[in-house]
């Protein structure tokens, strides 16, 4: 059981105002609330070990450099990769999609198929187009239907041995809808394709077990995982990470040198051009240990219990429709509101304290699929309570009322 009460005692910034209403943060799906034991890890860093990592023998860069070592076992142990160097650690989820479509360019044919859900975060959707530019590869889509669920019947007919690449969230973050990325994968791989999984909404929910997933890549950022901004991590199996051509050249990602020849470092340091945000690795180490503390198991069942109460009362409200109706979601309510423009709705849920996300949600692909131009979406994480639904819902009512 998870004591909400004491957990919102660890996040400072629940504490503060907005507009003089105390604030219901819901925008968890754009980025999560921080710790204050993560503050003082950042805190600590810069306080009393700040130093470049893997090249001084001095004291605090060896600190600096075993501490970060240390973050990276604590991404590996808790995602259970075979290998700490199949983790790299990148700024992020972005970043890390980018490492790889860009290393694959030396890797496709004209002709080539790429297979991405209709259901992507753009991010898992231009770098792609860019690659396909880049090599007269094609892309194919797996598309959506009304409840915001892949069609996995076209999914499977669109596999042959053109295949040789396939991208899926294994959450998404417009809607919240939980993919089948079991059967995606392993369909993939019965013909010889790679998958790549967007983990940047799952993650905060859901610990994947990496080796039991069997997916060949699977990003996340640490930022919505109670972690700071500008980090996150791109798992790789050893043999593709090995395949792949550095993505930037620079320090710290070579072996030697010179004019004539450099040679590359080996994993994951091949993939680490330059210095990295070295405290903000450090600081996703101590927010994953933060949230194995709280248990994911008991932020899974809290969460549901939320994402039920306020799928239930927002049903109450005349005019309102929920997009993103899958059985299997995480705590993501998309909706909009009969003649209300989403954008305006959000601006009065703002006056009133409430923090929700308006707009497409970096996913067109989904409006245009509902012909709509955004949503109202609200996200929820552990350390939200149904007292705060209750205000969301007296707050959305009120802006009803304004606004028609
Ligand atoms: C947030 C998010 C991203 C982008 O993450 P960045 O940290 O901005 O790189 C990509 N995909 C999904 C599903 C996301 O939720």
């Known amino acids: 059981m998870l004591n909400v009460d004491k957990i919102r005692e660890d996040f400072p910034i629940l504490k503060r105002t907005v507009h003089g209403k105390p604030l219901v943060y819901f925008d968890n799906a754009a980025t999560s609330q921080t710790p204050q034991i993560v503050i003082d890890a950042i805190v600590d860093y810069y306080s009393n070990y700040n130093a470049n990592i893997h090249r001084g023998v001095h004291t605090l860069s060896q600190e600096a450099t075993d501490k970060y070592e240390e973050a990276r076992i604590k ?35 004209e002709g080539d198929e790429l297979i991405v859900s209709a259901l992507e975060h753009h991010s898992n959707i231009v770098p792609w187009q860019m690659l396909c530019e880049k090599t007269g590869a094609i892309l194919k889509v797996i598309p959506m239907n009304e409840e ?53 909404q799952a993650t905060p929910h859901i610990k994947p077990d990496l080796q039991k997933l069997n997916a060949d890549f699977y990003v996340a950022s640490a930022h919505k995982l109670c972690g700071p901004t500008g980090v996150g991590f791109l798992y790789g199996k050893q043999e593709w990470l090995e ?9 710290e990602m070579i072996a030697t040198v010179s004019f004539k020849k450099t040679t590359y470092a080996g994993l994951p340091h091949k993939f680490e051009a330059g210095t990295p945000n070295i405290c903000g690795g450090i600081a996703f180490g101590v927010a994953l240990d933060y949230m194995n503390a709280v248990g994911f198991e008991n ?84 350390y939200n309570t149904k007292k705060e639904i209750d205000i969301f819902i007296e707050s959305v009512k009120k802006a009803q009322i304004m606004l028609s």
Do not use: W
């Open 299 to 382: 932020i899974a069942t809290y969460e549901d219990e939320l994402l039920k109460y306020g799928t239930q009362e927002l049903l109450k409200i005349e005019g309102l429709r929920i997009y993103g109706t899958s059985a299997k979601k995480t705590a993501v309510i998309s909706f909009n509101i009969d003649g209300i423009h989403p954008y305006d709705m959000g601006a009065i849920l703002d006056k009133l304290g409430v923090a929700v996300r308006t707009g497409h949600h970096c996913a067109q692909p989904i409006m245009d699929y509902y012909k709509i131009p955004g949503t109202i979406r609200a996200s929820f994480s552990f």
């Open 148 to 200: 915001g669920s892949l069609d996995m019947k076209t999914y499977h007919q669109l596999l042959n041995t053109k295949t040789k690449l396939v991208f899926c969230n294994h959450v998404s973050n417009a809607l919240g809808t939980v993919n089948p990325i079991e059967e995606i994968i392993e369909a993939a791989h019965k013909i010889g394709a790679a998958v790549l999984i967007d983990g940047a």
């Open 75 to 109: 991404v590996q142990k808790h995602f259970n990769a075979k290998e700490a160097y199949e983790i790299i650690l990148t700024a992020g989820t972005t970043h890390s999609i980018n490492i790889v479509a860009s290393g694959f360019t030396t890797l496709l044919n």
């Open 243 to 251: 395949k792949l051509p550095p993505y930037q050249g620079g320090g």
